[in-house]
């Protein structure tokens, strides 16, 4: 049964977000709701309503509109989908809340290391890291969490490396990362937030007297000396590179894994052809569209998108998930077909905030399961499927925990 709830209109609402049966699947009432056209109104855990946008064409119409549709977190009416989501406003205001030019040059800051051609020449980098987690994951006898072992160290220690920052401190990443991701309140949240910043104002301050070909020396010499950024705007950026690299990273490392064991004609043909590889990573994004419930707009004016009259302040929720099964953009949506074309698809977003790390993402994921799957032939899950622990009620789809044996 759906939860729904009664708007004042007497009309029955669906409260969002819903929850996924299946680790891998969407939430089934977004095909309901798609049947019923692209937008639909749902209703927010604090009461308020907004738009959940369910098909490919407006989502990507409404994601490359960003004057109509605002990121800016200050925004009071800005859709919030948790009360612990209060506290992101402080954190990451420096690129995912903010729009027009104060955003675009920030992003310009950051861009030119995460261009295709730059991430490419960290894949040696990537890959010595990923070889030594799985030396160290062999070491164990038997049952291992992949989750804990891959998923989390692997996003962080290639994050370290590319800031600069030593590799001793990426523990502190992961949980200051996972502090504010998957705090339970709000006063957890913001504690979490701001023991990060503190830390890494102090890491600031260290590099300036230890200065390298690293980003953080970039943001040092370029910004920092310049009078341009102070070092806790500094520091927030490196924030919202870790809100936006680290746990998405480690949801897509342990989510992939089980979605290719659990497709075992998918993998077996990925292991005989490992230039299938780019094609997989791509087709796992599309089908875990695992950022679903992060792409929030509000609306800056009225404005009527197939045929719903959506007004200034109202949210909107830019459903990831749902444009990416979507059967008008996608054939047989709901299989899992590392052949198949996924062009168009939207787990990164679109537009102006579509995703700055997207070619380190696909770097980290295509060498670590081409790896994985290469050294470990008989990787298999340690507990059965309806046992994979689930993470419910948090901002990024994923797992808690993947007990996997060989
Ligand atoms: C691994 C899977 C990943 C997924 C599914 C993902 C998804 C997304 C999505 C959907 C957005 C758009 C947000 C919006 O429109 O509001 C986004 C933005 C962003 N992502 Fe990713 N991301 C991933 C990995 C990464 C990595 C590895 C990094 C960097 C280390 C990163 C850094 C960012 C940043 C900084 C933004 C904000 C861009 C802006 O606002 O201009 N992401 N990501």
């Not at 007497?10 to 409260?15: D, F, S």
């Not at 209703?43 to 990121?71: I, P």
């Not at 894949?123 to 989390?152: C, F, K, N, T, Y």
Request: charged letters at 25%; one cysteine or more.
């Amino acid at each position: 049964m759906t939860e729904t709830s009664t708007a004042t209109t007497g009309e029955e609402l669906h409260e969002y977000p819903m929850r996924r049966g299946c680790p891998y699947h969407p939430p089934t009432e977004y095909t309901e709701l798609a049947e019923e056209g692209p937008l639909s109104q749902v209703r927010l855990y604090d009461g308020r309503t907004a738009w959940l946008v369910t098909q490919h064409k407006e989502t990507r119409e409404m994601f490359a509109d960003a004057k109509l549709f605002s990121s800016d977190h200050d925004n009071p009416a800005f859709p919030i989908l948790a009360e612990r989501e209060k506290n992101f406003p402080e954190f990451t205001q420096e690129l995912f809340g903010l729009d027009g030019e104060p955003h675009k040059s920030r992003r310009r800051m950051l861009l030119p290391r995460f261009t295709a051609k730059q991430v490419e020449k960290l894949r040696p980098m990537i890959q010595s890291v990923a070889d030594e987690l799985i030396d160290e994951l062999l070491r164990h006898e038997g049952p291992v969490d992949l989750v804990s072992v891959l998923g989390r160290p692997l996003p962080s220690r290639v994050i370290c490396k590319m800031l600069g920052i030593s590799y001793e401190e990426h523990e502190l990443f992961e949980v200051h990362a996972q502090g504010i991701m998957q705090a339970p309140d709000l006063e957890k949240a913001v504690e979490a937030g701001r023991e990060l910043l503190d830390y890494l104002v102090k890491v600031v301050q260290a590099k300036q007297t230890n200065l390298g070909d690293d980003l953080l020396s970039t943001l040092i010499t370029e910004r920092l000396n310049t009078g341009e950024l102070t070092s806790i705007e500094v520091s927030k950026l490196m924030v919202a590179l870790l809100i936006g690299g680290q746990e998405t990273t480690t949801s897509m490392i342990g989510l992939g894994t089980l979605t290719l064991l659990e497709h075992p004609d998918q993998l077996a043909m990925l292991r005989e052809d490992p230039e299938l590889l780019p094609g997989a990573v791509e087709e796992l994004m599309r089908f875990l569209s695992i950022a679903d419930l992060t792409t929030l707009r509000v609306a800056t004016t009225d404005v009527e998108v197939a045929g719903q009259v959506i007004k200034e302040g109202d949210g909107v929720i830019l459903s990831t998930a749902a444009a990416n099964r979507d059967p008008g953009a996608f054939e047989d949506p709901d299989a899992f077909d590392i052949r198949r074309s996924t062009q168009g698809h939207l787990a990164f977003g679109h537009g102006p905030h579509r995703c700055l790390g997207e070619n380190l993402a696909r770097a980290e994921l295509e060498i670590l399961f081409g790896t994985l799957f290469k050294r470990i032939p008989t990787l298999r899950l340690a507990v059965p499927m309806d046992q994979v622990s689930m993470k419910v009620g948090m901002t990024l789809e994923g797992l808690h925990d993947l007990p996997v044996t060989w």
